[in-house]
């Protein structure tokens, strides 16, 4: 663990995205490095993750958000980004595209997996709910969630709970939770600049099916055209 190292990464990248910021943000933000940096030595956090949570902070923290990360929600659940302003609130989940060695032969259905397991878990907690990536990583987000909550059905649920079961069935998602969980924004985060970029996700999505050339249906499944 080289914590001089992730310290003086941090502090590098808290620079280089506020450039042009005033002395509040950057001290906000140099200030959420340091929290990075605490969990850092609980070996609770690694780079690549911190990194982009921080950019996204600094995001937050310009627009006038209180911002908080590694933000315990509940007993087990902790959100990346957490932030406040006024009586609204926001929690970004990052996702690094990480495959763990079991699903090394089925990386797409456990991504697709993972994601809809975070915007049923997480999305209720807070009064917007958004995802978070890095530029050179392409969500595949299940259309179901972009669907308004009121033209959704119980057998494109019913479809989705058996995608999240596979990987993500402690506690079990429910159909109640899935039927109510949406994805407001993507943060597409560009760490090499510091800067991110927000979007809807009807946007995000048309972008995505051009950048992969697959195309799949509310259950997330892939359909080949």
Sequence with gaps: MDVRRFRGDLR???HRACIGDGD???????????????LYKKNLVKINHSALELVCARNLIK?????????RLDGSLVCDVFGAKGEGTLIVEIETGFIPPEAAL????????RIASKIARYSRFAGKFALGTARSYVLDIPPFFITPAGLRTSIEAEGIKTLTDVYYSKPPITIPELMRARVHSIFVVDVDSGTTEELDPETYMRRASSYSGHHYNAQGLYVNQ
């Design 63 to 71: 627009r006038g958000y209180e911002v908080k990360v590694e933000h």
């Design 24 to 38: 509040e943000v950057k001290t906000k933000v140099l200030a959420t490095a340091d929290v990075l940096v605490g």
């Design 106 to 113: 089925q990386p797409a259905a456990y991504a697709r997996s």
């Design 12 to 14: 590098t990248l808290a």
